[in-house]
């Protein structure tokens, strides 16, 4: 039913991505004193807030693009292939934007998978269904297709300054079409920005007559018999590819994406938001001369949440008052990270929010003091404290005594549980995902060269930035506490997952030991092979040249050499791995370049983490942990717990070496590697516990294979198995890898990298390998079907305990990103269901080691691997207790047993397998 607002209601809609590069490109380069860039930035709102001035919309919004974490587009290949690749200095200064457009309080949209016009249209849609008035400001053409009785779209025809405003008049003027048919001239013609290529022999024009007589695509397919055989052909021959076509060029208006129109209302220009970022930036003379000269209004927000900045003596008092006098729940937040923590604020019921700032104030309390008065509220099993990131506080001595029944919420772990495809942790990305707006750190700290250090901000900044993120804080946590209960998630929540954060931690406190000759050997090796490589590339293509540089590559593989691959890319376009892959099936130039290339970015990666590697307990704070884990999907549902430390950095890099397409480099690296590795304790020894084809056992229970969970039963290896059902050529490939593909943990594209294959050539294997599994496991198939099935009518997979993955790129218009996205869909809930039984061994563990009954400590998470230091006279004493825990835990989890697999070594390549007599049922 539609619901109309007032009739003067305008909506103006901003392509925040389109007018970022108009304004990149139409104002001359300019940056700061300290060299950070600005022209991008001052453009971007100088037009906004003239065009705010002169349209006076009563409601405003910007919508971007979001892809989806890289660990999930590397299958796009050739989505926006055509597209040049966007400037350093433009892709620096968005984030900038973005933080001053939600500083002005406009509000910001984007969905996960989807283009921000996808966004626009989605906006638009609901917008004029309510009766309002709709403004599309874009550079793109394509949002033409969007207009129509109450949606209008401004676009650009030269500069900045020289607009066009599009209504449906004016949209069939220009094309002779009417909007809706816009998306089938691009299926027809072609657009080679998104790899469009459309119907061959169908042009422009042609496509014009035709729709224009026919009216729609679906409608001239349908009339074929009518058209002349050189129209009638080839329409015929590629049909599919036009309906695809059509989608890809088709701006989605029906999005999951719910608008709160009154955040979105539109009450004036905020300066007192924005003059810190301008006057930062140095822009502070466009931000006077635009209020000045243009007529807009100015509206200054209600204040900030009242703050009360505490030291010394007095402080403490407070302080200590507000543990003992109230029960109230309580928010902390420590703010820094690493070596440089600022201050701590908390909140409490109605109260004012007290900030203890560990500098700049006379007196200032110190951390420990700080603690030390509230620590009796930390250890309060009646009380709740909601924090944020509450690993980064266990990493600190601060934390002794403070434990998971002591009553904590972690809305970064809740926030992963509710949906665990969100890797970002960070406080103003969880809030913003649950619709919650609160100043990010680059509004406060800047970014690029411009950025200074919180200890450099003053403290009233602090308190007013500080105060808003408490009370975001309290109003996220309640959402998400709701959340989990309403969802059946709250035991596993308070059980597992929390409980996870003291494990991480211990890792990290302890500190995994990395023998640093070894590192400096493994990084000294790596460099000579790759200088050898690059050595022989030259040497092949005739001479000296920049190997790294895409224009003299090119010259050398298909001008010098004359190799003629189909898809040479053209004016210096970077030469990918899919063109190596087919330069190495014409000349040898193609694997030795494939290995060069390899070793180079292996090395770069070992090069930014070794100081993490040096120093693994402040791995957490390093947002280069951030990136995603190589190896496997499962680490990354671990939690922001396992994906933000030195955990996860190891097994990153592991995941890197077994990614080398060269066989015996792969496994003279991964074993120099794994032997950095070893026991803090000279006389303890490394052990590690897991279970053996964990994902194969989840599957097949997952699916209720009959055949496969008898297979189990018998105790049979069912991976060699599968190995023999699978064609020669992929039988040589190793087991874990090949296992990752057939459970879809890895894409084409990474199967295609591991194997020196092309993308083609990967595709081929890959469905090779997943109809031998399907035809002996039907089961297997009959499951990843109903999982996809599910995806596409709920938007979500599950894991056995409930844990949801979230998929809105099933729906993408894109074919690349749909194709991912159904193959997470068939595969993600084996990999959280993993995951979990995983989290409860870690727990359960980290239970039996605090109450003394195992004599062993944690060294490291590898893969799906728990590595333990133990004394080697008690190894078997420490397996049955273990065993003895997660046999109650976890018998009833399973229909198929769940057999344990232990080794020990001073090392974790020289290790002997430990006999063990029973598997767990």
Request: proline content about 5%.
């Amino acid at each position: 039913m539609t619901t109309n607002t007032e009739p003067k209601s305008k909506l103006f809609l901003i392509d925040g991505n389109g007018l970022a590069y108009r304004a990149f490109y139409a104002v001359p380069p300019v940056q700061t004193a300290n060299g950070y860039p600005t022209n991008a930035v001052a453009g971007f709102f100088e037009l906004m807030i003239r065009l705010l001035a002169k349209e006076k919309p009563t409601h405003v919004a910007v919508a971007f693009d979001k892809g989806v974490p890289t660990e999930r587009v590397a299958d796009y290949h050739d989505f926006n292939a055509q597209r040049v690749e966007m400037p350093e200095d433009l892709a620096s200064q968005l984030p900038t934007i973005e933080d001053m457009i939600r500083a002005l309080g406009i509000q910001v949209f984007r969905v996960r998978g989807h283009q921000g016009d996808d966004c626009l249209g989605t906006i638009a849609s609901q917008a004029a269904e309510r009766g309002m008035e709709v403004l599309i400001l874009s550079g793109d053409l394509d949002l033409l297709q969007l207009v129509g009785p109450r949606v209008q779209v401004m676009t650009f025809r030269r500069g900045l300054t020289d607009l066009m405003v599009y209504d449906e008049e004016t949209v069939k003027k220009r094309f002779n079409l009417l909007p809706y048919q816009l998306a089938d001239l691009r299926a027809l013609a072609g657009d080679s920005s998104e790899n469009i290529t459309g119907v061959p022999g169908i042009g422009e024009v042609t496509a014009k007559k035709l729709l224009s007589q026919h009216g729609s695509l679906d409608d001239l397919l349908n009339s074929l018999d009518q058209l002349p055989a050189k129209w009638r052909n080839p329409l015929s021959e590629h049909r599919a590819e036009a309906l695809d076509f059509r989608t890809r060029a088709a701006i989605r208006t029906n999005l999951d994406l719910m608008v709160d129109w009154e955040q979105c209302q539109f009450r004036g220009i905020s300066t007192l938001r924005i003059k810190d970022i301008f006057a930062r930036l140095e822009l502070t003379e466009l931000m006077t001369s635009l209020l000045e000269h243009e007529a807009i209004d100015v509206h200054e927000p209600s204040a900030a949440p009242e703050v009360e900045v505490l030291a010394g003596k007095k402080g403490k008092t407070v302080l200590t008052n507000l543990v003992k006098k109230s029960k109230e729940p309580i928010e902390l937040m420590l703010l820094g990270s690493g070596d440089e923590w600022v201050g701590l604020i908390v909140g409490c019921g109605d109260d004012s929010a007290k900030l203890i700032p560990f500098y700049g104030v006379e007196s200032a309390l110190t951390a420990d003091e700080v603690i030390k008065v509230l620590r009796p509220a930390l250890k309060d099993p009646e009380r709740r404290k909601n924090v944020h990131n509450m690993r980064a506080f266990l990493m600190m001595e601060l934390s002794d005594g403070v434990l998971p029944e002591h009553n904590f919420f972690d809305v970064a772990i809740a926030s992963h549980l509710i949906d665990s495809v969100e890797g970002n942790p960070w406080f103003d990305e969880v809030c913003r995902r649950h619709s919650i707006e609160i100043p990010g750190e680059g509004a406060l700290l800047g970014r690029g060269a411009a950025a200074r250090k919180l200890s450099q901000v003053p403290v009233d900044e602090l308190s007013r930035w500080a105060g808003l993120r408490i009370q975001g804080l309290r109003r996220v946590a309640q959402s998400l506490e709701n959340r989990l209960r309403a969802e059946n998630m709250w035991d596993q929540f308070s059980a597992v997952d929390l409980p996870l954060a003291w494990v991480y931690a211990q890792m990290e406190r302890t500190g995994a030991v990395l023998e640093q000759k070894q590192l400096d050997d493994f990084a000294k090796t790596l460099k000579e092979k790759r200088d050898v490589c690059h050595a022989q590339v030259q040497k092949m293509g005739g001479g000296k040249f920049d190997v790294d540089d895409p224009r003299e590559l090119a010259e050398v593989l298909f001008d010098k050499l004359g190799l003629a691959v189909p898809s040479r890319p053209k004016n210096g376009s970077p030469i990918g791995p899919d063109v190596v892959a087919q330069v190495a099936t014409l000349h040898p130039i193609g694997d030795v370049l494939r290995d060069y290339r390899s070793l180079r970015d292996l090395l770069e990666s070992f090069q930014k983490a070794r100081p993490l590697l040096a120093e693994p307990r402040y791995g957490w704070f390093h947002r280069l942990a951030q990136n995603p884990v190589a190896s496997s999907e499962r680490l990354l549902w671990m939690g922001p717990g396992a994906v933000g430390g030195a955990v996860a950095t190891f097994n990153r890099l592991l995941g890197e070496i077994e990614l080398l397409p060269n066989s015996t480099y792969r496994q003279e690296f991964e074993e120099m590697f794994l032997r950095a590795l070893g026991a803090r304790d000279p006389k303890r020894t490394l052990m590690g516990v897991s279970y053996t084809q964990l994902p194969l056992r989840v599957a097949a229970h997952l699916a209720q294979d009959a055949e496969l969970i008898k297979a189990f039963g018998r105790g049979e290896d069912v991976e060699q198995v599968l190995f023999h059902l699978l064609p020669e050529e992929i039988q040589q490939e190793t087991g874990r890898e090949i296992l990752d593909v057939l459970l879809g943990s890895i894409g084409r594209h990474r199967f295609a990298q591991s194997q020196g294959l092309s993308l083609a050539e990967a595709g081929d294997r890959m469905r090779q390998s997943l109809k031998s599994l399907y035809d002996r496991y039907p089961g297997l198939h009959t499951y990843a079907d109903g999982q996809l099935n599910q995806a596409r009518t709920m938007g979500f997979v599950s894991s056995i305990r409930g844990r949801r993955r979230s998929l809105p790129e099933i729906s993408s218009r894109n074919s690349d990103i749909r194709s991912t996205a159904e193959r997470v869909a068939r595969s993600a809930a084996i990999q959280a269901s993993s995951a979990d039984i995983l989290k409860v061994v870690l727990v359960e563990i980290h239970q039996l080691i605090l109450s003394a009954k195992l004599p062993a400590t944690f060294s490291l998470q590898l893969r799906d691997e728990v590595i333990l230091e133990v004394d080697p006279k008690h190894h078997l004493r420490v397996l049955k207790e273990i065993e003895r825990v997660l046999d109650a835990r976890l018998k009833d989890v399973l229909r198929v047993p769940l057999q344990t697999r232990a080794r020990m070594g001073t090392d974790l390549v020289g290790t002997q397998e430990i006999e063990l007599a029973v598997a767990v049922h």
